[in-house]
Antibody, heavy 123, light 106 residues
Framework: QITLKESGPTLVTPTQALTLTCTFS??????????VGWIRQPPGKALEWLAL???????RYSPSLESRLTITADTPQNQVVLTLTNMDPVDTATYYC???????????????WGQGTLVTVSS | EIVLTQSPGTLSLSPGERATLSCRAS???????LTWYQQKPGQAPRLLIY???SRATGIPDRFSGSGSGTDFTLTISRLEPEDFAVYYC???????FGQGTRLEIK
């Protein structure tokens, strides 16, 4: 059974950095083709892809947020950590982590998602 | 950066009708990476379609995806009450989601 769960602060002060942890089970990030991504959704708005880390430690970031984002993995601990610096009230959103998986013949996209965690940026 | 534009923004239909949702890319996208998701209020998104046309596990066959290059389509052949939701497309791996299509009951 594949599960993912996001954890971290629910309230962040403007200019602070946000650190979120995705703890997963049922798969290994060391498996070829595997990835874990972060996606956020401001209240009432659309999904926004933030970052993706692959099994080989390749990392991809949203161009609009790349200067503020860092994604890392602790593969033995089955965790992926996202850091977003210089938080602003517009960064208030539900933050999701999700598993991505590609084989040599198919790319399945984000096939399993966490429940999401609401992060509010306010002083 | 590839930008995905979905249309219409809102689609009002009745149960039993056919829904056609569009996703247009600002540049050519490999079909292998084009995905569609469904999201209901208060829930995480659910993968519907991967590889532009393959249904994810457990997705009913009334959902189908098609397209190539810059134009992709999600079709729901006969709408069930549980299909009314918001739908997003994404080019997996390097780009964000489209802005979504809200499918509402007429």
């Amino acid at each position: 059974q594949i599960t993912l769960k996001e954890s971290g602060p629910t309230l962040v002060t403007p200019t602070q950095a946000l650190t979120l942890t995705c703890t997963f089970s049922g798969f290994s990030l060391s498996t070829s083709g595997m990835g874990v991504g972060w996606i956020r959704q401001p209240p009432g708005k659309a999904l926004e892809w933030l970052a993706l880390i692959y099994w080989d430690d390749d990392k991809r970031y949203s161009p609009s947020l790349e200067s503020r984002l860092t994604i890392t993995a602790d593969t033995p601990q089955n965790q992926v950590v996202l850091t977003l610096t210089n938080m602003d009230p517009v960064d208030t959103a539900t933050y999701y982590c999700a598993r991505g998986y590609c084989t040599s013949s198919n790319c399945y996209g984000f096939d399993f998602w966490g429940q999401g965690t609401l992060v509010t940026v306010s002083s | 950066e590839i930008v995905l534009t979905q249309s219409p923004g809102t689609l009002s239909l009745s149960p039993g009708e056919r829904a056609t949702l569009s996703c247009r890319a600002s540049q050519s996208v490999s079909s292998s990476y084009l995905t569609w998701y469904q999201q209901k209020p208060g829930q995480a998104p659910r993968l519907l379609i991967y590889g532009a046309s393959s249904r994810a596990t457990g997705i009913p066959d009334r959902f189908s995806g098609s397209g190539s290059g810059t134009d992709f389509t999600l079709t729901i052949s006969r709408l069930e009450p549980e299909d009314f939701a918001v739908y997003y497309c994404q080019r997996y791996g390097t780009s964000s989601f489209g802005q979504g299509t809200r499918l509402e009951i007429k």
